[in-house]
């Protein structure tokens, strides 16, 4: 593992930076690696998604739990009806500052990220929702990734319910999981209920007719969401 590797002492700067580099390493442990061992993994487990009718039908039936591990502000706000808020990451905990905090804070402020970290409940969390493996998972969040190639993404796209999925079934959770087809987004396509404090509202853009603008299109995409010529109009703001 790479937190047991002995690195050679350095002087000076360099030390300095090898030093908070291993701590960074070490806190990063309980994340998913790179998508492509990720997306290998998914396949060679044989994952599968599912429509939001079908997703809404499995969960009805009690033998299956909508699993939204978008942010809980994003899940008060709205989510599909009935599913249960599992976040995957949650913002940085600043009051338990170390070196591996301070060099991801530093890393993802001046990428304009906002600064998260793993959930340390999650796999539990996720667990317990199996009610003793009673039930099985399926995964989802905003746009949903996906596992289909395509020109842009030639192994698919990452998304936090697909890192669900992998850390669930590679974790010992439980091998009954499976991933919401286009996420929330596409549970609002398909007219499906929802629950929250407010409305959703889809997070490409506040322009009609998205789905048939090229640019949008390609804003939409690099963003993980899949869209489609029939998607209903998104309403403006």
């Known amino acids: 593992m790479l937190?047991?590797?002995?690195i050679a002492p350095v002087r000076g700067r360099a030390s300095a930076f090898g030093r908070a580099r291993c701590v960074a390493v070490r806190a990063e442990?309980?994340?998913?690696?790179?998508?492509?061992?990720?997306?290998?993994?998914?396949?060679?487990?044989?994952?599968?998604?599912?429509?939001?009718?079908?997703?809404?039908?499995m969960a009805d039936s009690g033998k299956w739990v909508?699993?939204?591990?978008?942010?809980?502000?994003?899940?008060?706000?709205?989510?599909?009806?009935?599913?249960?808020?599992i976040p995957l990451y949650q913002p940085l905990d600043m009051s338990k500052m170390d070196m591996g905090k301070a060099v991801r804070f530093v890393f993802y402020s001046l990428n304009g990220v906002t600064p998260v970290e793993a959930n340390p409940e999650f796999l539990a969390q996720?667990?317990?929702?199996?009610?003793?493996?009673?039930?099985?998972?399926?995964?989802?969040?905003?746009?949903?990734?996906?596992?289909?190639?395509?020109?842009?993404f030639p192994i698919g796209k990452a998304s936090r319910s697909l890192?669900?999925?992998?850390?669930?079934?590679?974790?010992?959770?439980t091998d009954q999981v499976l991933h919401l087809e286009r996420g929330v987004y596409g549970w609002y396509q398909a007219d499906l209920d929802f629950e929250g404090e407010g409305e959703y509202s889809p997070e490409i853009s506040r322009?009609?007719?998205?789905?048939?603008?090229?640019?949008?299109?390609?804003?939409?995409?690099s963003a993980g969401y899949e869209m489609r010529p029939d998607d209903k109009v998104i309403n403006k703001k």
């Open 3 to 6: 937190a047991q590797q002995r």
């Open 29 to 57: 442990q309980g994340r998913v690696p790179k998508w492509e061992i990720v997306h290998k993994v998914l396949m060679d487990k044989g994952l599968r998604s599912v429509t939001p009718e079908d997703a809404k039908a």
């Open 66 to 85: 909508l699993v939204d591990v978008r942010p809980p502000p994003q899940y008060k706000q709205a989510h599909p009806a009935g599913a249960i808020n």
């Open 126 to 152: 996720l667990k317990a929702a199996t009610q003793g493996g009673e039930r099985g998972i399926i995964t989802l969040c905003e746009a949903g990734g996906t596992m289909k190639p395509s020109i842009n």
């Open 163 to 173: 890192q669900a999925a992998y850390r669930s079934l590679t974790e010992g959770v």
């Open 207 to 221: 322009t009609p007719m998205a789905a048939a603008d090229p640019t949008l299109k390609s804003t939409a995409a």
